[in-house]
């Protein structure tokens, strides 16, 4: 499928929760259909689809009925098993690309591929088995950062080794290994940028958010970000540079450290990403709505900021403030439609307007 | 209901095109569901709605089965039958409330209403039978415009009168009569207002719209629209006056005359309003999920504007310029997902972004 695809055409997404949710409204808005499919009962998509199917990513029957009803598919998270993939591609196009998902779901893969287009990534090395530990731990210095190769996501399957820690042990201690230590990046601030690629080859950059975690979870992005005009420039380059080397198509979230010798990428994301959402009322056009462009092989649309915005996570019984929000001037509220609040769970997130740009 | 009704509450709204698609989508983004009721096949709501019922709106068991299975009704057009309402009431709150429905679905109802209020509307005099005419046009002077009292839109049972025409043979011409003759009123341009209420009597109104019709239907919507401080003060002022009058809920759509001696109502919708589409894009809070805020029992969003926009409707084959309109800056596009292109059928909507405000 090179041409555009014609409203009225359907988009099929792996995946059914707040970001499969939010790409759904944005195809509606542009006139599409959305398939989710899932393996949930009652995902948070499933409110706003047009159709959900619920199915296990091994389930090949339900797979081919899928695939068949769509006109391409894209995905709200990283780690769609392979053959999940295998059994889809035969009948229409995944975007992003698999390159893309195979890079992005390995750390070590990921590293590797970010180091060989020359970009500046933390030290890293990989650890197969306890005897890799010391050659890695003079690769990378301590403190470091364990983490598992594959699945990680908010902060899972990670694990910091101080000189003072038995680094065996911490080994033990996470499962799924193969893993990869990483060292420690001295930052002032961690920096994320939203682009997008279209089948045409065009690029189109987000202004770069600027992010604050807690507990290995975004808790807030604001924009603008605190930046010079270079490392704006060198962010845009360096996100480009990533887009046009997996012949992207999509959103792609890229986070970066800030450094006194300029930006490391700490992680790339080949879908769209919650450091982004803010640009639902800080832009023209999110990143939902230029992430359903690009896959449908439309042009990107005008993702020019409008606002200074600062996104703040509902995490957990964050919910609880919904009453107070509601009374703030200059806030928008998104909500996810779970109905079950636990510790750590993403329920929603609040936007708040500054002034406008 | 007087409490604000929880996220993951349900929204029954009645009628499923745009505006219910719309509307369904606001509600999406604030946690809550939404269950549609259209007697059509396949309301373009429908693609995104939670929940779908096809059924007539005389229809006493499907009618009573929607109204259990939501928590608050409203509706996308202003002329849901009365046995409908009678049927519904029992169940749960319907917003904005029946009084405002009545008003609005009757034009010398309405105008009645608007005159007591203080308001100043066209020259007006029912005409039952062709015996009213001579009274009617000695009092709304000649042109004037016929038209039928209840189930006109877009131009539809209206003629118009010279005083050259014979005005008995256009009565005959229009049905659906009772009728009511309206005066012509000199105006520099149309503007509208969009104004919401919220259950708690606080108003909010959006800035004044300017618009442009063709055969009847509107084209075109620019804001800021050219009015005066004075002219942007009389138009809240009175948009307040109606939606007090009618302890009205959500949204309201008045659409003014402007005039070297002040404003003239033209006309009020109860309901979002296609000349409130710009707020999409122009405001940080759209005149879709105001309306829904108001209806859920939850306080007004900020609805400031942060850009002046021009909303253009697509209608019948403006859709085939899709391609060329895709490729535009500044511009946002919304379709409907409706699959059939008709003459005068409203297909989608563009908002172009001019500038940041």
Redesign the interface.
Known sequence: MSE?LD??GTIGILGGGQLG?ML??AA??????SHVYDPGPEPAA???A?RTTTADYGDVSALAKFAESVDVITFEFENVPSETLDLLEGHCPIRPNRRALAVSQDRLHEKRFLRDLGLVTAPFAPVEAVTDLDGAIRATGLPAVLKTRRFGYDGKGQVHIGSSDNPAAKLAGIEGSPAILEGFVEFSREVSVIAARGLNGRISCFDPGENVHRDGILRTTAVPARLGSTERTEAALLAGRILNALDYVGILGVELFVTPSGLVVNEIAPRVHNSGHWTQ?GC??DQFEQHI?AIAG??L??G?R??DVVMENLIGDD?DR??DL??E?????????K?DVRPGRKM?HVNR?LR??
């Open positions: 555009p409203p009225g949710r759904s409204v509606a808005r542009l006139g599409f259909r499933s409110h706003v047009h009322n023209f056009i462009r439309w042009p649309g005008d020019r409008h606002s919910v919904l009453p509601l009374e001037p200059g806030i928008a509220i998104h909500m996810y439609g109905a929603g307007i406008s740009a």
